[in-house]
């Protein structure tokens, strides 16, 4: 009975040998160290504990100085300067009409013309009927002074004398009378030709010739709308809180407001800042606000949506760089600086003014500085970068900011 419990620990003490054995065997050598002045091996790590990651290529741009106007941009609508709905000021009818839709017209062009004959034959009358009582003035003139000498000899009685001074006066009366309806029918002679009473672009044509029209005719609405193109206003609104700054530069001189379509790769009208409403639109919060535009080549049409900028200052010698250089992050914004050994610092900077090709820095950079503009999703604090000419590919990965994890 001895024997069993003999063979069960000598059994039990071959297993231990042998698992021993297995472990130091299975241990991994030690990679050889790099000699001094060599980059490390693979898998090794930099003194800084971070592996050996091939260089990130990024695209870089130099910190400089701008002078960079202070914008303020807001959507406009375009209005015409003037707005006349052309009516008829007689009743007839449209003999002709003088224009094409959509022309431009001056001050005086003929646009419509009415059958002029029932006034041409109104003003024959009117003449007519002045000439007999210009005639009957002559007589009643001569009459007077045929009774003037025979009253004085008393040849007459003084009632017919007198009755003579009234009838002459009386015709004057009737023939100034004469000359106003015949001014009169010379009018509206006139009014049968209907001219432009402003430059500008007629639209469309809403009573063509053959129709009837009658004078200021308000439920029939107007025969064509003309809109004043040169100059133009454009009006937009702007929130309340500007209105002080925009008094105190309108007051020291005119300001800049640019315009342009979304679309329009043209540079953008420049007009002047020309109205401020006097009134703040409790609703919004904003003021309305207009600005003049000369329109030489008529670009701005009324009706139109446009962008519209406000030139309020000018930083002078501002610090700028691209707008790509601006990351954000958990602390705010921050860029990438490339420092003299080709490796990156994560630097927080505060950021002013922004505009379509650059942002100004208040703080965080100095003149002449290297920063990342493209490749920043592959970086962190430390990382060494190649510096690639522009219009290559953007590396993969993620943009790791000031607070993130590192990856």
Not at 121 to 141: F, G, P, T, V, Y
Not at 233 to 239: A, E, G, H, I, L
Request: glycine fraction near 8%; proline fraction near 8%.
């Amino acid at each position: 009975m001895k024997l069993v419990p003999m063979v069960i620990g000598g059994v039990a003490l071959v297993a231990i040998a042998y698992g021993g054995y297995a472990v130091l065997n299975s241990t991994t050598k030690p990679v050889p160290a790099s000699a001094p002045g060599q980059p490390p091996a693979a898998g090794q790590q930099r003194p800084g504990g971070q592996p050996n990651l091939p260089a990130a290529p990024v695209i870089v741009a130099l910190v400089k100085t701008a002078t960079v106007p202070v914008t303020l941009s807001a959507i406009g609508n375009v209005q015409a300067y003037s707005t006349v709905a052309i009516k008829s000021q007689v009743d007839g009818q449209i003999f002709e009409v003088h224009f094409r839709e959509g022309q431009t017209v001056k001050k005086g062009d003929l646009l419509f013309t009415l059958d002029p004959r029932p006034y041409e034959a109104a003003l024959r009358q009117a003449e007519a009927n002045l000439a007999k009582d210009r005639a009957l003035l002559e007589k009643a003139r001569a009459d007077l002074v045929r009774l003037s000498s025979l009253v004085q000899k008393d040849y007459t009685s003084r009632s017919s004398y007198d009755q003579a001074k009234a009838n002459a006066a009386s015709l004057e009366a009737t023939i100034k009378a004469d000359e106003a309806l015949v001014d009169q029918a010379k009018l509206k002679l006139e009014y049968t030709k209907i001219t432009a009473p402003i430059d500008g672009r007629v639209g469309s044509i809403l009573v063509n010739a053959g129709n009837l029209v009658k004078a200021n005719d308000t439920a029939a609405g107007s025969l064509v709308m003309l809109a004043q193109m040169r100059p133009i206003n454009v009006q937009f609104s702007v929130p309340e809180s500007f209105l002080a700054e925009i008094r105190t530069r309108m007051a020291a001189g005119k300001i800049v407001v640019k315009a342009a379509a979304p679309e329009d790769a043209r540079p953008p009208a420049v007009g002047t800042l020309t109205f401020i409403n006097n009134t703040v639109d409790t609703t919004t919060g904003t003021i309305v606000l207009k600005a003049a535009y000369e329109n030489d080549d008529e670009r701005l049409t009324p009706g139109q949506f446009i962008n519209v900028t406000v030139e309020l200052s000018v930083i002078a010698e501002a610090i700028v760089v691209p707008p790509a250089a601006v990351q954000i992050g958990q602390r705010g914004n921050y860029v990438f600086v490339v420092k003299a050994d080709n490796t990156v610092e994560l630097r927080l900077v505060r950021t002013g003014v922004r505009t379509d090709r650059e942002i100004v820095i208040e703080d965080g950079l100095k003149v002449g500085e290297r920063v990342v503009t493209e490749g920043q999703l592959r970086l962190r604090p430390g990382s060494r970068v190649a510096v690639r000419p522009p219009g290559g590919p953007a590396p993969p990965g993620r943009a790791v900011g000031p607070n993130d994890p590192p990856g």
